[in-house]
Nanobody, 121 residues
Framework: QVQLVESGGGLVEPGGSLRLSCAAS????????MTWYRQAPGKERELVAA???????NYADSVKGRFTVSRDNAKNTVYLQMNSLKPEDTAVYYC???????????????WGQGTLVTVSS
């Protein structure tokens, strides 16, 4: 069993910063890619940032230069540092991980519960 627990969301003023964390626990042999998604009210879910197990990253154009995704493999945790936040960044942020529970088993998809980020003055 694998769980992803997110934390770090909250209310922040425009121009402020937040750091989201997503920690995987349970039966974990390895984790491949880890990805942050977000969904704003009335909008479709979109990819925000992704990071592979080698550290290669990918960002949505809307957050490039402002957000930084990183991971700590020893802690099975992915982070999203969000700087220069804008009201349009307001959304529920979800983390995703492609997890291999055992060294002999297949990988599976794991999702966090979501954490709300509100950017408002």
């Amino acid at each position: 069993q694998v769980q992803l627990v997110e934390s770090g969301g909250g209310l922040v003023e425009p121009g402020g910063s937040l750091r989201l964390s997503c920690a995987a626990s349970g039966s974990i042999f390895s984790i491949n890619d880890m990805t942050w998604y977000r969904q704003a009210p009335g909008k479709e879910r979109e990819l925000v940032a992704a990071i592979g197990n080698s550290g290669l990253t990918n960002y949505a154009d809307s957050v490039k230069g402002r957000f930084t995704v990183s991971r700590d493999n020893a802690k099975n945790t992915v982070y999203l540092q969000m700087n220069s936040l804008k009201p349009e960044d307001t959304a529920v942020y979800y983390c995703y991980a492609d997890v291999r529970p055992t060294r002999w088993g297949s990988s599976l998809d794991a999702w966090g519960q979501g954490t709300l980020v509100t950017v408002s003055s």
